[in-house]
């Protein structure tokens, strides 16, 4: 199922139900359904032998700023690919590593991070029968030509019968992020030098509160 939330300029999106944690993300467009038809389209184009049996993910999206959309492919073991109009393969990053029965790409998005180049989001799942882990992997179109990731953390983890969530919201330069199982949310900046977002450095024993933000703060993330 394709899940386009095409919104006005710096208007956010609401969270995708596939996405329930992501807020802050403007013009988004969502693919959350693996196909038989994607996974062999991105096996050609990186001329692999063996295609994911999981299926993979295929959107549209304009990821290089160029005006025109991009062919994005996901794939839990060979990574993710983007091509342009004519099939020719522009930048790819590679899959994830297996670490258990449950391990699957759920989701990938492409929208406005409020950086000023697109972003690509990917929420992968791994783990086995008991415990599993989700994590988002957020990419950035570098100089317009590379993708790179630029932040990676768990987002919901589930132990048995119990579940804890977090939360990740875009703003500008920057997001507010909160890991599963912690009481604050904290402030990562985003690094132009180093092209990543920037967990903050944790404040001395005897300094001052540095950057988590309490639950209820202006900063605190909410629902869009």
């Not at 992997?137 to 932040?151: D, E, N, S």
């Not at 969530?165 to 703003?171: C, P, Y």
Request: charge should be negative; charged fraction near 15%.
């Amino acid at each position: 199922m394709m899940v386009s939330l095409l919104v006005a300029c710096d208007v956010p999106s609401p969270p995708a139900p596939s996405l329930p944690w992501i807020h802050g993300l403007s013009a988004a467009t969502v693919r959350d359904t693996p196909t038989s038809q994607a996974a062999q389209r991105i096996a050609n184009l990186l001329a692999s032998s063996t295609q994911d049996d999981y299926g993979a993910l295929e959107l549209q999206s304009d990821v290089t700023g160029d005006s025109r959309a991009e062919t994005i492919l996901a794939s839990y073991s060979l990574g993710i690919v983007v091509s342009d109009a004519a099939g020719r393969v522009l930048t790819r990053v590679p899959g994830f590593e297996a670490e258990g029965s449950a391990d699957e790409l759920l989701a990938i998005a492409s929208g406005n991070a409020q950086l000023g180049v697109p972003v690509v989001l990917a929420a992968v799942q791994t783990g086995g029968h008991r415990e599993t882990t989700i994590s988002l992997a957020i990419y950035g179109m570098i100089g317009g030509a590379t993708l790179r990731q630029v932040f990676f953390a768990p987002i919901e983890i589930h132990e048995g019968d119990r579940t804890a969530a977090g939360s990740l919201t875009f703003v500008p330069a920057g997001l507010l992020y909160r890991a599963p199982d912690a009481q604050f949310t904290k402030l990562w900046t985003y690094d132009v030098r180093s092209g990543r977002y920037l967990e903050p450095t944790p404040a001395p024993t005897n300094a001052a509160p540095g950057r988590d933000v309490a639950p209820g703060s202006d900063a605190a993330p909410r629902n869009i």
